[in-house]
């Protein structure tokens, strides 16, 4: 694994994949004391926003961290589509959840993130627990006009290396 900041870059199963961790806050649990299947929204959220917007001064972040987050950018991410596959209940834990994240289609102005999200990477741990899979279409268009804006060079070269198959949904009708 190649650190970059609390990000890391591994290979996985042929794929370059983004491993982000994400801390469970207590508020993310339900009355059956598990992350509430809406929280899980929220963290992959967090996920993108460390893997794919530009740092702070003085913050680390993946070499994929390219796009400017700012309200004068002119730029906006919608959020085109959303769909989770649960696994496994998601307990409270101190230690952060392996967000791992690639992309399934970088397209002309739109991008697929796929995200598995499994439980802390500890040492001496006898296997990671797969709790759920996700897919997020995002659109990038211009602030003013809402108009669709094409992917850039350098957003095409900083998110190349982690295009791999899309996620396959096991549990669709």
């Not at 042929?14 to 469970?24: E, M, Q, S």
């Not at 994929?64 to 987050?69: E, G, P, R």
């Amino acid at each position: 694994m190649t650190d970059t900041g609390d990000a890391a870059v591994a290979a996985t199963g042929g794929d370059r994949r983004l491993h982000i961790p994400v801390h469970l806050r207590w508020g993310d649990l339900d009355a059956f004391n598990h992350v509430n299947n809406t929280s899980m929204l929220k963290l992959l959220e967090e996920a993108r926003v460390r893997a794919f917007w530009l740092p702070e001064p003085g913050e680390d972040a993946p070499a994929t961290a390219v796009l400017d987050s700012s309200i004068f950018s002119g730029m906006l991410t919608l959020i085109a589509r959303q769909e989770i596959e649960y696994l496994a209940p998601v307990p409270y834990q101190r230690h952060p959840l392996d967000v791992q994240m690639w992309f399934g289609k970088l397209g002309g102005s739109s991008i697929e993130v796929c995200y598995e999200v499994y439980s802390p990477v500890e040492t001496g741990d006898a296997g990671q627990t797969l709790y759920a899979r996700a897919t997020t279409v995002i659109v990038k268009v211009d602030a003013e006009t809402g108009r669709p804006l094409r992917l850039t060079r350098e957003e095409r070269e900083a998110w190349g290396p982690y295009v791999g198959e899309p996620i396959s949904y096991s549990h669709r009708r």
